[in-house]
T-cell receptor, first 115, second 113 residues
Framework: DQQVKQNSPSLSVQEGRISILNCDYTNSMFDYFLWYKKYPAEGPTFLISISSIKDKNEDGRFTVFLNKSAKHLSLHIVPSQPGDSAVYFCAASADGSSNTGKLIFGQGTTLQVKP | EAQVTQNPRYLITVTGKKLTVTCSQNMNHEYMSWYRQDPGLGLRQIYYSMNVEVTDKGDVPEGYKVSRKEKRNFPLILESPSPNQTSLYFC????????????FGDGTRLSIL
């Protein structure tokens, strides 16, 4: 049972345009969401996060939107750059409500930004 | 330099031969965790530790053991490895709760024949 789903395995966009990566979740107890980026042969690196008390968080070119009623979050990258080409994972936790320490990841979306 | 170090980076071994993957962090982080990455399944949490001597199961703990005797180290033990444990493994650490970003090691690729 996949509690966090990234239904698009891959996404290709042109340099300078917007990249939108989507993530859906099923567990209404999740209260913290994170995005990680992963290059080949490296470990994932933290990108941006959002608490369930917010619906938007912005950091430079990266913005995460949370729609709790739809149990959906998205990562927007504007403008996209070739260096953004990587695998993106969304992750969710119920840390605030249960402090269990469990973190659930989606399957990942491979983003390719073409020059 | 702040880092999470995993060893070995690559290992090919045979079924049933006990192995340990070490993980060490130099950031004095309380929280540490192990994940495996498999095609189409993303990252799945194996075990995590909220602090020294405190460990708990993640989503896929079967066939694995961990220990947290010191704050900096969190080894992953496969007592009797099987081919379905062939995977890419990542160790991660963070300060405090899961709202804090996790720092990941570069991964250990295990092949169990």
């Amino acid at each position: 049972d996949q509690q966090v789903k990234q239904n698009s395995p891959s996404l290709s966009v042109q340099e300078g345009r917007i990249s939108i990566l989507n993530c859906d979740y099923t567990n209404s107890m999740f209260d913290y969401f994170l995005w990680y980026k992963k290059y080949p042969a490296e470990g994932p690196t933290f990108l941006i996060s959002i608490s369930s008390i917010k619906d938007k968080n912005e950091d430079g070119r990266f913005t995460v939107f949370l729609n709790k009623s739809a149990k959906h979050l998205s990562l927007h990258i504007v403008p996209s750059q070739p260096g953004d080409s990587a695998v993106y994972f969304c992750a969710a936790s119920a840390d605030g409500s249960s402090n269990t320490g469990k973190l659930i990841f989606g399957q990942g979306t491979t983003l390719q930004v073409k020059p | 330099e702040a880092q999470v170090t995993q060893n070995p980076r690559y290992l090919i071994t045979v079924t049933g031969k006990k192995l340990t993957v070490t993980c060490s962090q130099n950031m004095n982080h309380e929280y540490m965790s192990w994940y495996r990455q498999d095609p189409g399944l993303g990252l799945r949490q194996i075990y995590y530790s909220m602090n020294v001597e405190v460990t708990d199961k993640g989503d896929v703990p079967e066939g694995y053991k961990v220990s947290r005797k010191e704050k900096r180290n969190f080894p992953l033990i496969l007592e009797s490895p099987s081919p379905n444990q062939t995977s890419l493994y990542f160790c991660a650490s963070s300060r405090g709760g899961l709202g804090q970003p996790q720092h990941f090691g570069d991964g250990t690729r295990l092949s169990i024949l």
